[in-house]
């Protein structure tokens, strides 16, 4: 069983930065491949980042591609998500999510296991 906290979140203005932290425990971090996804009001959830057990590669979703960068600490078993250059559509409830099974995946239903999320909302 692995449990997931997310912190970081806020209200930020547009142009603005947030780092998002993702804390696990109950299962071996770097057996894990990370992702981030988000999800707003009335909106499905979206795939965010990824990156795989190692840290060594990284996956972006095109809206947050060169704005966003997705890292891992396995020694501090955490994930985290620099924004920067935040807009408002970029308001949304935030989760980081484990995937057990593949190096990397963009698709929810690969994740096992799930934060509560953190709320991020960017004023314009």
């Known amino acids: 069983q692995v449990q997931l906290v997310e912190s970081g979140g806020g209200l930020v203005q547009a142009g603005g930065s947030l780092r998002l932290s993702c804390a696990a425990s109950?299962?071996?971090?770097?057996?894990?491949?990370m992702g981030w996804f988000r999800q707003a009001p009335g909106k499905e959830r979206e795939f965010v980042a990824a990156?795989?057990?190692?840290?060594?590669?990284?996956y972006y979703a095109d809206s947050v591609k060169g704005r966003f960068t997705i890292s891992r600490d396995n020694a501090k078993n955490t994930v985290y998500l620099q924004m920067n250059s935040l807009k408002p559509e970029d308001t949304a409830k935030y989760y980081c999510?484990?995937?057990?099974?593949?190096?990397?995946?963009?698709?929810?239903?690969?994740?096992?296991?799930w934060g509560q999320g953190t709320q991020v909302t960017v004023s314009s």
């Open positions: 990156i795989n057990r190692s840290g060594g590669r990284t």
């Open positions: 999510a484990a995937n057990q099974e593949y190096s990397h995946s963009t698709e929810f239903r690969h994740y096992n296991y």
């Open positions: 109950g299962r071996t971090f770097s057996s894990d491949a």
